[in-house]
C-alpha cells in the first residue's frame, strides 16, 4: 500500500498526463477532480460515472487521503490544528475567522531552516519540504474537519515558502484551479522572508497570487541581527527584487514587521522604514509579537506600536496593525508543534 500514490499529489495536468501515460482518457481527469473537490467524495468505488477498469486501476495505484487532526486548540477568532502527516511528522495550520470569511494559514515545510531570532517555527530545524498532497491536505482537512469553505490562503506558516519553490508553484496551480480548490489568485498570499533570486523567478510566474514579505527591520543592521537571510539577501536587493516584481505585476506587496521592543520601534525605526517604502505599491502590517518563553524577545507595547504608525501615517505609508486572533492559543507559530515534539 505504501507505494500507492496520494491523488492530492497531483495538478491537473499532471493527472491528465498520468491517466494518459496509462490508457485512458483526459477527460477522466476532470471527473474524477469533480468528485474530490467539488462532491467531496474520497472513494473510487462511489464515482459512479468512471468506468470499472478506471475504478479498479485507481484502487491498485493510488489513494485519497489527508493529514490527520491530532489535536486543536480553539479561540473565538483563531483555531490552530496540529496534523500528523503520513511520515508521522507534525506540522500546524491555523483557521482564522475574519469578517470577510474563513482565512486557512498553511505550513510550507516541516521546521524551518531559516533561523529567525524571534520565530518559534526555526527552532526545530527543517526536517523535509512538504508535498503537494501535504500542502493541498491541509486545505481539505481543515475544510472538511470544520465544514465549511476556505476563503482565502496565507502560506506563512511553519518554513520557508520560496526554499520549497517547486511545490508552491504546483500549489498555486490547484488552489486557483476554478475546478479544484478554486480560491482566486487574489485570494492566495505567499510569504517569504527575503530569498531574492525566487522573488524574481515569482514574479515571472505572473500569476497574480499576492506577495508578502517579512522584512521585520528597516536596515541591515538590525535585520542582521534578527535574520539570518539577512546576510545572504541584503534589504537593498530585497526591495529591488520586490521593485522588479511589482513592475511585472502590477500587485500591491505586504511589508510585514514585527514589533519589537527596545529592538525595531523606535521612531527613528520607523522613519527609516517610511523612507524605504513611501511612494512604493507596497503596505505596511504591523505584527504585536507574540511573546514566547523560548526567546528573550518582548512585545513592543501598545503606546509603541501606535507611535510607530503615526508615524508611517505621516509619510502618506499605507499601514494596519495586524489583529490579534489567537492570543490564548500556542500563538507564536510552529509553537503548538514544538511544544509537542518536545514533550511538553
Known amino acids: 500500500m505504501g507505494e500507492n500514490m496520494n491523488i492530492y499529489d497531483f495538478t491537473q495536468e499532471e493527472l491528465e498526463s498520468f491517466l494518459i501515460e496509462n490508457g485512458y482518457k483526459k477527460f477522466n481527469a476532470l471527473q474524477i477532480i469533480d ?10 468505488n462511489k464515482m459512479t460515472n468512471l ?10 495505484n493510488m489513494i485519497i487521503k489527508t493529514p490527520e487532526v ?20 507534525k506540522i500546524e495550520c491555523v483557521l482564522m475567522n475574519h469578517d470577510y470569511g474563513y482565512s486557512l494559514c498553511v505550513s510550507s515545510q516541516v521546521g524551518c531552516n531559516m533561523g529567525c531570532s524571534f520565530c518559534e517555527s526555526g527552532r526545530l530545524k527543517k526536517v523535509r519540504d512538504l508535498k503537494l498532497e501535504e500542502l493541498v491536505g491541509q486545505v481539505i482537512c481543515v475544510s472538511k474537519y470544520e465544514n465549511i469553505r476556505i476563503d482565502s490562503i ?14 508552491i508553484k504546483r500549489f498555486i496551480s490547484v488552489v486557483i484551479n476554478p475546478k479544484m480548490i478554486n480560491i482566486g489568485q487574489r485570494h492566495l498570499t505567499i510569504s517569504t522572508c527575503g530569498l531574492v533570486p525566487k522573488i524574481y523567478e515569482f514574479a515571472d510566474m505572473e500569476t497574480g497570487v499576492n506577495l508578502a514579505i517579512s522584512l521585520h527591520a528597516p ?7 534578527i535574520m539570518k537571510i539577512n546576510h545572504a539577501y541584503k534589504i537593498e536587493k530585497v526591495m529591488e527584487a520586490l521593485d522588479y516584481y511589482i513592475s511585472k505585476t502590477n500587485r500591491r506587496v505586504t511589508i510585514e514587521y514585527i514589533m519589537l521592543e527596545g529592538i525595531n520601534d523606535s521612531d527613528e525605526c520607523a522613519k527609516e522604514l517610511a523612507n524605504l517604502v513611501k511612494g512604493k505599491l507596497m503596505y505596511v502590517n504591523l505584527i504585536p509579537y507574540n511573546e514566547t518563553t523560548h526567546f528573550e524577545l518582548k512585545r513592543s507595547n501598545d503606546f509603541k506600536i501606535k507611535s510607530f504608525y503615526d508615524i508611517l501615517k505621516s509619510y502618506n505609508v499605507n499601514v494596519t496593525i495586524r489583529k490579534e486572533m489567537g492570543g490564548n492559543l500556542s500563538a507564536a507559530c510552529g509553537q503548538l508543534r514544538a511544544n509537542v515534539e518536545e514533550g511538553e
Not at 468528485?35 to 473510487?44: H, L, R, T
Not at 468506468?51 to 491498485?60: Q, T, V, W
Not at 491530532?70 to 511528522?89: F, G
Not at 536596515?219 to 541581527?225: C, L, P, V
Open 35 to 44: 468528485w474530490m473537490y467539488d462532491k467531496k467524495e474520497y472513494d473510487f
Open 51 to 60: 468506468s470499472k477498469k478506471l475504478i479498479s486501476f485507481l484502487n491498485e
Open 70 to 89: 491530532i489535536k486543536v486548540e480553539k479561540s473565538d477568532l483563531a483555531n490552530k490544528y496540529l496534523l500528523r502527516l503520513e511520515d508521522n511528522n
Open 154 to 167: 496565507v502560506v506563512m506558516g511553519i518554513g520557508e515558502p520560496f526554499d520549497n519553490f517547486n511545490n
Open 219 to 225: 536596515n541591515n543592521e538590525i535585520r542582521d541581527k
